[in-house]
Every structure is written in structure tokens, then in C-alpha cells.
């Protein structure tokens, strides 16, 4: 069984805090790290702290939705973690795409919404030639994108933009990329689209599973 950390609220962190300082091999065992503290008052320094002596994990997940990008680029500063394959998280894409860089053998990435209203997203700059899975809006999802193993992509919609981005585009950042080894996709769609069908078939004949959101009216 993988060990489990899971930290939700500020008293959580002070004791695992606590408890690490004590017994030391306590935090090099954690292996997956699940870390969503909504808490304004938990400082950077001390979920910092935590990532720091918890050099071993191979999954993360940090949402900390009252975290501003400042505050996000202090947390992730000289932060490695040779294991890690796995990282889900709400960082904005500026501090995020700096950490990603120092970890490329990551095999699964979901993000929330970009930071980046006009400007190309940071993730074009980040290479993860082991990616198997990613989860993320369309224009930052296909900016990550590099690795030929892909089998798995969730495409999300935060924004406007996000919607007006035809699926042509989505399959054409793939190229020349395999998108055709994709199996599984979750994508937003325009009803008025009715090429959309005939589009995801010739793209990606190996597809068995399919989730379509429709774009709201």
C-alpha cells in the first residue's frame, strides 16, 4: 500500500510539522501528498516546509485557492522530487511551468484555469516526454504536449476562449505528435460543429472512450 499524507487545515501541517521534527523518517515515508488548505491564514513558509521534507513522494496534489502567484512561485522555489510522477494542482501556470521543468519524468498533469488571458500559456516552454495523461484547458493542454505516449486527455473549459478553440486546433497541436494513440478523450464540443464526429474518428481511430461537454448557450 502507498503511504498517505492527506493536509486540509492549518492544524493538520503543525502537527505533521511537529511530529516530522521529531521522528524523522516519518516524512521521507509519505509517497503521496494530498494538500488543500483553503485557510488564508497558513503561511507559505510552512507548506514549504512540508514539501521540503517530503523528498519521496511520487503523487502530488497541491489546491491552495488562497495563494496568490507570488506566493505560488515562493512555494515551488528549489523544490525536487526525483519520484515524483503524478502532480495535480490549482498553481497558476507562471509558477507551475518552472517546477514542471525540473520534473520531467511526470506521467500525469492536471491544472485549472491559465493565468494568461492573452499571452500563449507558460506549459509551451515545458517539455514531459513521459506524459501518458493530462487534464486542462485546451490551449494550455496542447502547449504541454510533447510526449508520444499520450493515451489520455481531459480537456476543460473555464472561459470563452476556451470553448471558441475548434477542435481542429487541439488535433493539429498534436501533430506530429501520434494523436491516434489516444484512447480516451473528454472534450468540449460546439453543436453548430458537424464535422466534430468525423473529425475525432480520422484523428483518433483508436479511441474507445468518449466524453463530449457541450458548449453553454
Known amino acids: 500500500l502507498q503511504p498517505l499524507l492527506f493536509l486540509s487545515t492549518r492544524l493538520h501541517l503543525d502537527d505533521f510539522l511537529s511530529l ?9 515515508g509519505v509517497e503521496s501528498l494530498h494538500v488543500t488548505i ?3 491564514s497558513v503561511s507559505v513558509t510552512s507548506i514549504h516546509q512540508c514539501l521540503l521534507h517530503t523528498k519521496n513522494i511520487t503523487d502530488l496534489e497541491l489546491i491552495l485557492p488562497q495563494l496568490s502567484t507570488i506566493g505560488w512561485v515562493r512555494l515551488f522555489r528549489d523544490l525536487r522530487f526525483p519520484r515524483l510522477r503524478y502532480i495535480r494542482s490549482n498553481a497558476p501556470h507562471t ?9 520531467r519524468r511526470i506521467t500525469y ?15 509551451g516552454a515545458v517539455s514531459l516526454p513521459s506524459l501518458s495523461a493530462v487534464t486542462g484547458p485546451i490551449a494550455c493542454v496542447t502547449s504541454a504536449i510533447s510526449s508520444k505516449l499520450l493515451t489520455y486527455a481531459s480537456i476543460s473549459c473555464y472561459t470563452q476562449r476556451d470553448f471558441s478553440t475548434p477542435l481542429v486546433d487541439f488535433t493539429s497541436k498534436l501533430s506530429p505528435l501520434p494523436a491516434s494513440r489516444i484512447t480516451q478523450l473528454s472534450i468540449p464540443f460546439d ?8 473529425h475525432i474518428a480520422e484523428a483518433m481511430p483508436r ?3 468518449l466524453e463530449v461537454i457541450e458548449k453553454p448557450r
Request: charged share 30%; net charge positive.
Open 20 to 28: 516530522s521534527k521529531v521522528i524523522k523518517r516519518l516524512a521521507l
Open 38 to 40: 483553503r485557510d488564508k
Open 95 to 103: 509558477a507551475l511551468a518552472a517546477f514542471l521543468m525540473r520534473h
Open 109 to 123: 498533469l492536471s491544472v485549472e484555469r491559465c493565468n494568461r488571458s492573452k499571452r500563449p500559456c507558460d506549459f
Open 191 to 198: 453543436a453548430g460543429d458537424v464535422h466534430f464526429a468525423r
Open 207 to 209: 479511441l474507445i472512450l
